[in-house]
């Protein structure tokens, strides 16, 4: 078993920055990718970006390619979504999740999932 805790999230106004932390614990030898996903009110769950827990990789969703980097620290079983450019349309409860599947961006080989943070942005 795997527990992922988000924190981070807040209110920022349009063009603003935010970093969001998920950290780790239990069965982390297991995972193979971490991912993160957000959830607007009245829509589905969308991929944001994964990243390999080991060896090299990552990936993005076009909406945020160029925008926001996903960061890791082995040593302190986290990973970081950096947000940059916000744009309200970014609003949504961001979730963190891991895989014991490598390379993917689908909901479903995600496993475990955090409880999510609230992110707002404002024009």
């Known amino acids: 078993q795997v527990q992922l805790v988000e924190s981070g999230g807040g209110l920022v106004q349009a063009g603003g920055s935010l970093r969001l932390s998920c950290a780790a614990s239990?069965?982390?030898?297991?995972?193979?990718?971490m991912g993160w996903f957000r959830q607007a009110p009245g829509k589905e769950r969308e991929f944001v970006g994964w990243?390999?827990?080991?060896?090299?990789?990552?990936s993005y969703a076009g909406s945020v390619k160029g925008r926001f980097t996903i960061s890791r620290d082995h040593a302190k079983n986290t990973v970081h979504l950096h947000m940059n450019s916000l744009k309200p349309e970014d609003t949504a409860v961001y979730y963190c999740?891991?895989?014991?599947?490598?390379?993917?961006?689908?909901?479903?080989?995600?496993?475990?999932w955090g409880q999510g943070t609230q992110v707002t942005v404002s024009s």
């Open positions: 239990g069965r982390t030898s297991t995972i193979r990718t």
């Open positions: 999740a891991a895989s014991i599947i490598a390379y993917t961006s689908r909901t479903q080989d995600y496993g475990y």
């Open positions: 990243v390999n827990w080991i060896g090299e990789g990552t």
